[in-house]
Nanobody, 115 residues
Framework: QVRLEESGGGSVQTGGSLRLSCVASGSVFRISAWGWYRQVPGRERQMVAALSGGIIADYSDHVKGRFTISRDSARNTLYLQMNNLQPGDTGMYYC?????????WGRGTQVTVAS
């Protein structure tokens, strides 16, 4: 089992920055991929940023050049640095972890960007 806990969300003005954190505990050594997803009411969760093998990063077109995903293995923590935030970035942000058999989700942290 893997437990994920997100933090760092909040309310900011357009152009502001936030850094989300996701602390993992449990069988973290088996995790091979990590990701951040965003969900708004009535819509499915969509990938924002993903990290495979600890070094290969992928981003949605909407956030390329503004968001950076990273991981601190020593702290078992996944980060999402979000710069130049836009109202379209508003939503609940979830951390996801994958091993060879299962996927795990945190409970999310809310990000609200005011225009």
């Amino acid at each position: 089992q893997v437990r994920l806990e997100e933090s760092g969300g909040g309310s900011v003005q357009t152009g502001g920055s936030l850094r989300l954190s996701c602390v993992a505990s449990g069988s973290v050594f088996r995790i091979s991929a990590w990701g951040w997803y965003r969900q708004v009411p009535g819509r499915e969760r969509q990938m924002v940023a993903a990290l495979s093998g600890g070094i290969i990063a992928d981003y949605s077109d909407h956030v390329k050049g503004r968001f950076t995903i990273s991981r601190d293995s020593a702290r078992n923590t996944l980060y999402l640095q979000m710069n130049n935030l836009q109202p379209g970035d508003t939503g609940m942000y979830y951390c996801k972890a994958l091993n060879e058999r299962e996927q795990f989700w945190g409970r999310g942290t809310q990000v609200t960007v005011a225009s």
